[in-house]
T-cell receptor
Framework: DTGVSQNPRHKITKRGQNVTFRCDPI?????LYWYRQTLGQGPEFLTYFQNEAQLEKSRLLSDRFSAERPKGSFSTLEIQRTEQGDSAMYLC???????????????FGPGTRLTVL | KQEVTQIPAALSVPEGENLVLNCSFTDSAIYNLQWFRQDPGKGLTSLLL?????REQTSGRLNASLDKSSGRSTLYIAASQPGDSATYLCAVGKGAQKLVFGQGTRLTINP
């Protein structure tokens, strides 16, 4: 499978615990995005990487959230001291370098559904 | 700040009908516009991408149009089938980076 993969697919945790999600983008896609989607809403942008550099962060990304892409390949999103309001679907997407494909679109993974009890 | 609105929020039609989903956006300075399909509890599947310089794109029974000056896009689905039942999301590309999404239209096709 050459699509975007995310792990785990589901995570249930207790309030106050830390959680970490992983995203593996499509091979050689240099741009990677994280979004959050709550029930009944469209996804909201969280952060964006070009290679290993984190170029933009949304104001939604509070101090409890941190994202990394250490080698410009996979990325992790960590939430510290989880709160019930963090319950959502966390989606990852990747996009090829400009000029490398006519398909200048973002390709999404299946998402990680987080439930905070 | 770019805002994207999709109307209606939900739509139910009998099988075989042609239908139109609407998307509007407030800032016409867009990079591209993408339509997605989302099945319950799943990720997003890209349906069509329209670059800012284009007016429409077609794929099978789907046709998407873009009118930047009026801040509107439509997704036309021909000869609807029960398998088309899903939530359809419109997203506007701001620069080359993030997408700004609408809330989606939940479509139900009744056999």
């Amino acid at each position: 499978d050459t699509g975007v993969s995310q792990n785990p697919r589901h995570k249930i945790t207790k309030r106050g615990q830390n959680v970490t999600f992983r995203c593996d983008p499509i091979s050689e896609h240099n741009r990677l995005y994280w979004y959050r989607q709550t029930l009944g809403q469209g996804p909201e942008f969280l952060t964006y990487f070009q290679n290993e550099a984190q170029l933009e962060k949304s104001r939604l990304l509070s101090d409890r959230f941190s994202a990394e892409r250490p080698k410009g390949s996979f990325s992790t999103l960590e939430i510290q001291r989880t709160e019930q309001g963090d319950s959502a679907m966390y989606l990852c997407a990747s996009k090829p370098k400009p000029g490398t494909s006519v398909y200048n679109e973002q390709f999404f993974g299946p998402g990680t559904r987080l439930t905070v009890l | 700040k770019q805002e994207v609105t999709q109307i209606p929020a939900a739509l139910s039609v009998p099988e075989g009908e042609n239908l139109v989903l609407n998307c509007s956006f407030t800032d016409s300075a867009i990079y591209n516009l993408q339509w997605f399909r989302q099945d319950p509890g799943k990720g997003l599947t890209s349906l069509l991408l329209i670059q800012s310089s284009q007016r429409e794109q077609t794929s099978g029974r789907l046709n998407a149009s873009l009118d930047k000056s009026s801040g509107r896009s439509t997704l036309y689905i021909a000869a609807s089938q029960p398998g088309d039942s899903a939530t359809y999301l419109c997203a506007v590309g701001k620069g080359a980076q993030k997408l700004v999404f609408g809330q989606g239209t939940r479509l139900t096709i009744n056999p």
